[in-house]
């Protein structure tokens, strides 16, 4: 008897955070959401921005801002805290997060914001699946970030050319991959954000697979050297030691 009412408290200690925030407001859930965020360098609040902006969504239906946001917290959780998961976990975070971002474009067609996580959620899905078999989902990577492009190129850091310029240089030749292409989107999104310490990795690993060594190391030197964006601090380190990882193999 002991042990059955053991079980069903610690039951009911799982259902009673979900129940609280089944009362909670959207505009609430939204805010504790971003606050959850803001702190995502910590896994733990990372996931729970992850939960806390789908309660938001589910609070509030007309929510553009819980579904583009809640997409982009999933593409952190997935890329970032949980760098080191299995190709299949990573498939269901990215899997949940294309999904919240065709929900914030359904509701918000010019919404840029949409579009950006859209096609960046898709990328990662389809690295974690394997290149060759995501190639099916370019053309709508493509055509979301030209879509962005032509809605407001500067969207998170210029991000619409840093994705094409990673795409370029991921794909295999025979299927559109281009490095000098690459280099020309990465140039172009490090001269409008050149804070964004991940553009800079990705065209330092373009250069170097141009032959440029020294402008490749230039780039790696400079991530090294820099104060970290605010807006991208939590993602700092992770790039950092991609960095020095590179510069060791080309010095």
């Known amino acids: 008897m002991g042990r059955w009412v053991g079980t069903v408290m610690a039951v009911l200690g799982l259902l009673l955070p979900a129940a609280a925030q089944a009362q909670e407001s959207a505009p609430s859930l939204l805010a504790r959401a971003r606050q959850a965020y803001g702190e995502r360098a910590n896994v733990a609040r990372a996931r729970e921005a992850v939960e806390l902006f789908a309660a938001a969504a589910a609070a509030d239906p007309s929510s553009y801002a819980a579904r583009w946001e809640g997409a982009r917290a999933c593409y952190?959780?997935?890329?970032?805290?949980?760098?080191?998961?299995?190709?299949?976990?990573?498939?269901?975070?990215?899997?949940?997060?294309?999904?919240?971002?065709?929900?914030?474009?359904?509701?918000?067609?010019?919404?840029?914001?949409?579009?950006?996580?859209?096609?960046?959620?898709?990328?990662?899905?389809?690295?974690?699946?394997?290149?060759?078999?995501?190639?099916?989902?370019?053309?709508?990577?493509?055509r979301e970030m030209e879509r962005c492009l032509a809605l407001d190129p500067s969207v998170e850091g210029w991000g619409p050319d840093r994705v094409l310029g990673r795409m370029f240089f991921?794909?295999?030749?025979?299927?559109?991959?281009?490095?000098?292409?690459s280099r020309l989107h990465l140039e172009r999104s490090l001269a409008g954000a050149p804070t964004n310490a991940l553009t800079r990795l990705y065209l330092a690993e373009t250069l170097k697979a141009l032959g440029k060594k020294r402008e490749a190391v230039e780039q790696l030197e400079a991530i090294l050297a820099q104060t970290p964006d605010p807006r991208w601090a939590p993602e700092h380190p992770s790039i950092v030691a991609k960095a020095r990882e590179l510069r060791r193999k080309l010095t």
């Not at 840029?112 to 989902?137: P, R, T």
Request: hydrophobic content about 45%; charged content about 25%; aromatic content about 12%.
């Open 76 to 142: 952190f959780y997935g890329t970032f805290s949980r760098e080191e998961a299995s190709d299949a976990e990573k498939m269901a975070i990215f899997e949940d997060g294309v999904a919240r971002a065709r929900s914030a474009v359904a509701l918000a067609p010019d919404g840029v914001e949409g579009h950006f996580w859209l096609g960046v959620l898709l990328g990662v899905f389809g690295e974690a699946k394997g290149i060759f078999k995501s190639l099916s989902l370019v053309p709508e990577i493509q």
């Open 170 to 181: 991921k794909l295999p030749f025979f299927k559109g991959g281009d490095n000098e292409k």
